[in-house]
């Protein structure tokens, strides 16, 4: 589906990108809307692709849940395409961002995690995966806010 984009649907997608969770109330009188017009415009975004991923995030704000971002570098054997690994990440709900380089490590994902043991999970699953030459996994020691 075809959606051509005007500054209304900019200026909500940037208060969107800030806080995915904004309430559609609070949406709407930002980009001077009506909640339903502002419904209804974050569902075309959607249908046309500019908005995906929704996600739950189980446990949160609980301090022993809340969830870290945890960076996976991937070194893919370069005698392979290594497109397992690419597709293998779609299905991968808390990845944020993923990344292909030209660098030592070959793809770069960010991903969000509520517990090591699920960080331990990913990092074999992709160090299984053929075409994958080796795995590091970056953990955050500490959180800095910069807004």
Known sequence: MSHSI???DRSLLTLLVRDAGMS????ASR???T???CLKRIADLTAAGHIAG???VRGFPDPDERPSVVVFLIERDRTMSGKDVLRSVQFIPEVLSCDVGDGEFDILLRIQVTSPE???E???LFSKQ???ESVRVVRPLSTMSVT
């Not at 559609?24 to 949406?27: C, Y």
């Open 118 to 120: 699920r960080v331990d």
């Open 122 to 124: 990913l990092e074999s």
């Open 54 to 56: 929704y996600r739950a």
């Open 31 to 33: 980009i001077g809307e």
């Open 24 to 27: 559609a109330a609070v949406l």
């Open 6 to 8: 005007d500054s209304t």
């Open 35 to 37: 909640p339903a017009n």
């Open 130 to 132: 053929v075409g994958v």
